[in-house]
Nanobody, 124 residues
Framework: QVQLVESGGGLVQAGGSLRLTCAAS????????MGWFRQAPGKEREFVAA????????YYADSVKGRFTISRDNAKNTMYLEMNSLKCEDTAVYYC?????????????????WGQGTQVTVSS
């Protein structure tokens, strides 16, 4: 099993940047593909970004491509989401997720473990 804890959320002005961190417990972090999802008020949770166990393969939602960067440090059991050029529509609770397997997937149903979420609010 793996437990996930997100941090780094907060209030930022449009055009600003934030870096989210997902800290994972367990010694087998490197065997899990990871992802970030978000849920805005009144909307369903949606895919943001994912990466393979090695961090080599990455995937992004079209809405964040070119602005967000997902990465991981398996030695530190940590995953990151660097968010630049933030827009008001990026406002949401951001969740990190892990799935048993090396391949990164974009469907939340494929993920076994979830963090509690961290709020990101982008003001105009």
């Amino acid at each position: 099993q793996v437990q996930l804890v997100e941090s780094g959320g907060g209030l930022v002005q449009a055009g600003g940047s934030l870096r989210l961190t997902c800290a994972a417990s367990g010694r087998t972090f490197g065997r899990y593909a990871m992802g970030w999802f978000r849920q805005a008020p009144g909307k369903e949770r949606e895919f943001v970004a994912a990466l393979s166990w090695s961090g080599v393969m990455t995937y992004y939602a079209d809405s964040v491509k070119g602005r967000f960067t997902i990465s991981r440090d398996n030695a530190k059991n940590t995953m990151y989401l660097e968010m630049n050029s933030l827009k008001c529509e990026d406002t949401a609770v951001y969740y990190c997720a892990a799935r048993s397997g090396v391949v990164a997937l974009t469907s939340q149903g494929d993920y076994n473990y979830w963090g509690q979420g961290t709020q990101v609010t982008v003001s105009s």
